[in-house]
């Protein structure tokens, strides 16, 4: 069966330091995958897209790997801050071949950084 | 910034009773999303659009239908509420990244 796993419900670590959140999916050949921030009582918002053809993204204090022989994602957060504490989801592609561009999310880790 | 408006942060209404959740985009997406999300459970989709008057279930469409009569309104329809429909929910519209509203929190007493 499709699954998407985020390895972590939550996860803590101290302000300064570099969060890393992990996606690991089977039974999917995604196009492509997402990350998306959650706060608290709040819609998800979207962060960033990697293709299935680039290894590496970048954001500011943001990095995305995308490993597809792994079948695994890198979400991480170089000098974390406390504001950075939110749950962060990942999301990849199920295209229902109507350019729907349908995603399927995982459940999310839920990020603290601890001052 | 593309804009997704859902009409009501908080709803309470009665065991079957028929809900109206309204979702409006700025943007001219063709796609939109009508998701809900519980604890432990994450985001489940529950029915998508891709362009008027279309429609598609997603994971777990049973007991709610919708309507997609102009391309920037997509609204969820539940036909007739049940206390496990109580939960949070998203709409969403998308090029690519998706773009979500604020939510709906719905009661169901």
């Known amino acids: 069966s499709q699954k998407i796993e985020q390895n972590s419900e939550a996860l803590n670590i101290q302000e300064g330091k570099t969060a890393t959140l992990t996606c690991n999916y089977t039974?999917?050949?995604?196009?492509?995958l997402q990350w998306y921030r959650q706060d608290p009582g709040r819609g998800p918002v979207f962060l960033l897209l990697?293709?299935?053809?680039?290894k590496e993204k970048r954001k500011e204090r943001l990095k995305v790997t995308f490993d597809t022989t792994l079948k695994q994602s890198l979400f991480h957060i170089t000098a974390s801050q406390p504001a950075d504490s939110a749950t962060y989801l990942c999301?990849?592609?199920?295209?229902?071949?109507?350019?729907?561009?349908?995603?399927?999310f995982g459940k999310g880790t839920k990020l603290s950084v601890i001052p | 910034d593309v804009k997704v408006t859902q009409s009501s942060r908080y709803l309470v209404k009665r065991t079957g009773e028929k809900v109206f959740l309204e979702c409006v985009q700025d943007?001219?997406?063709?796609?939109m999303f009508w998701y809900r999300q519980d604890p432990g459970l994450g985001l489940r989709l529950i029915y998508f659009?891709?362009?008027?008057?279309?429609?598609e279930k997603g994971d777990i469409p049973e007991g709610y239908s919708v309507s997609r009569e102009k391309k920037e309104r997509f609204s969820l329809i539940l036909e007739s509420a049940s206390t496990n429909q109580t939960s949070m929910y998203l709409c969403?519209?998308?090029?690519?990244?998706?773009?979500f509203g604020s939510g709906t929190r719905l009661t169901v007493v």
């Open positions: 039974n999917y050949s995604p196009a492509y």
């Open positions: 990697i293709r299935e053809n680039e």
């Open positions: 999301a990849l592609d199920v295209g229902s071949g109507a350019g729907s561009y349908q995603l399927t």
């Open positions: 969403a519209s998308s090029a690519r990244g998706y773009t």
């Open positions: 943007m001219d997406h063709e796609n």
């Open positions: 659009s891709y362009d008027v008057k279309m429609k």
